[in-house]
């Protein structure tokens, strides 16, 4: 059994702040999903990561995969009210389905 | 990317009726199929993973009565939730892939209220 951790849980910004969202696992992945989810909509896709100690960059968010590919961060710069939501990480285990982190529920105060 | 759609989007119904929520993948074939629930402030809980064609696997904990999945083409996946109950209000959500080395794509989520 897998174990998967997501930090923070809750977090509360002013607009123009940085910010980072962890996800840990317990397991090695095989590959991790980062989605962002609105209220009443369903997961939109961010960024794939596949590869130990890759970054990958959307914009102002930095995505980062732990050379162990256990491990994976977001890092958000100088956030705006836009970009609230709900932020879900989601490793696959061997290519297989995968599970979801509790989430980071991420509110920017203009 | 890919697009799912589900329906319907929300649904209201009594206490012991049964709902039916298909979810399809419009411009790709999804092998497999995955549905979600998602109760407030809460993050997704994978009830199931289809593969078409098959029986459909359940994780721990979901009655595979009373969650009925239905796989029966590579476009279509449904979700029966039978004698529904106030605790089975919730949001469902599917999602899609074609092989297990892709990504999933998400549906737009169906709210259930069971009065």
């Known amino acids: 059994t897998q174990l998967l951790e997501q930090s923070p849980q809750f977090l509360s910004i002013q607009e123009g702040e940085n910010l980072t969202v962890y996800c840990n696992s317990s397991?090695?992945?095989?590959?991790l999903q980062w989605y962002r989810q609105e209220p009443g909509e369903g997961p939109v896709l961010l960024v794939t990561?596949?590869?130990?100690?890759e970054v990958k960059k959307l914009k102002r968010l930095t995505f980062q995969f732990g050379d162990a590919r256990k491990d994976s961060s977001l890092h958000i710069t100088a956030a705006q009210p836009g970009d609230t939501g709900l932020y879900l990480c989601?490793?696959?285990?061997?290519?297989?389905?995968?599970?979801f982190g509790s989430g980071t529920k991420l509110n920017v105060k203009p | 990317g890919a697009v799912v759609s589900q329906h319907p989007s929300w649904v209201i119904c009594k206490s012991g009726t049964s709902v039916k929520i298909e979810c399809r993948s419009l411009d790709f074939q999804a092998t497999t199929m995955f549905w979600y629930r998602q109760f407030p402030k809460q993050s997704l809980m994978l009830m199931a993973t289809?593969?078409?064609?098959?029986?459909?696997?359940?994780e721990q904990g979901v009655e595979k009565d009373k969650f009925l999945i239905n796989h029966a083409s590579l476009t279509l996946s449904t979700l029966t939730v039978t004698s529904a109950h106030p605790e089975d209000s919730s949001f469902y959500i599917c999602?899609?892939?074609?092989?297990?080395?892709?990504?999933?794509?998400f549906g737009p989520g169906t709210r259930l209220t069971v009065l």
């Open positions: 989601a490793p696959t285990y061997n290519f297989n389905k995968f599970y």
């Open positions: 990561v596949v590869t130990g100690g």
């Open positions: 397991s090695v992945f095989s590959s």
């Open positions: 999602s899609a892939r074609l092989n297990p080395e892709d990504t999933q794509y």
């Open positions: 289809s593969n078409e064609g098959s029986k459909a696997t359940y």
